[in-house]
């Protein structure tokens, strides 16, 4: 059973910035696609950002482009979601999830969500004034 956890969430006014972790413990993250999810009350799960194995590609959702930013530090076993300009619509509780499939990210982008067999328990952000 992989392990890791998500932490990073808070409350914070519209502009601010948050940034989430996702740090894994007993396996080696960087063998596998990460994505970032996020799921408002009454809505869907939606994708966020993903990154695949190297950290050569990257996908985002539209409604975020220019203002998040995915990497993975690979030392620290590590991946990281950098939200600046957050906006209340951003508000969500914000999933890690890890895929063994090889090629997710690069094939599914952000769309990819079925393709991930292991879930974080989730960190809040809350974007109000």
């Known amino acids: 059973q992989l392990q890791f956890v998500e932490s990073g969430g808070g409350l914070v006014q519209p502009g601010g910035s948050l940034r989430l972790s996702c740090a894994a413990s007993?396996?080696?993250?960087?063998?596998?696609?990460i994505g970032w999810f996020r799921q408002a009350p009454g809505k869907d799960r939606e994708g966020v950002s993903c990154?695949?194995?190297?950290?050569?590609?990257?996908d985002y959702a539209e409604s975020v482009k220019g203002r998040f930013t995915i990497s993975r530090d690979n030392a620290k076993n590590t991946v990281y979601l950098q939200m600046n300009s957050l906006k209340p619509e951003d508000t969500a509780v914000y999933y890690c999830?890890?895929?063994?499939?090889?090629?997710?990210?690069?094939?599914?982008?952000?769309?990819?969500?079925?393709?991930?067999?292991?879930w974080g328990q989730g960190t809040q952000v809350t974007v109000s004034s």
């Open positions: 999830a890890v895929s063994p499939a090889p090629s997710v990210c690069g094939i599914y982008g952000v769309n990819g969500v079925s393709r991930y067999d292991y």
């Open positions: 007993g396996f080696t993250l960087n063998n596998y696609n």
């Open positions: 990154i695949n194995r190297s950290g050569a590609r990257t």
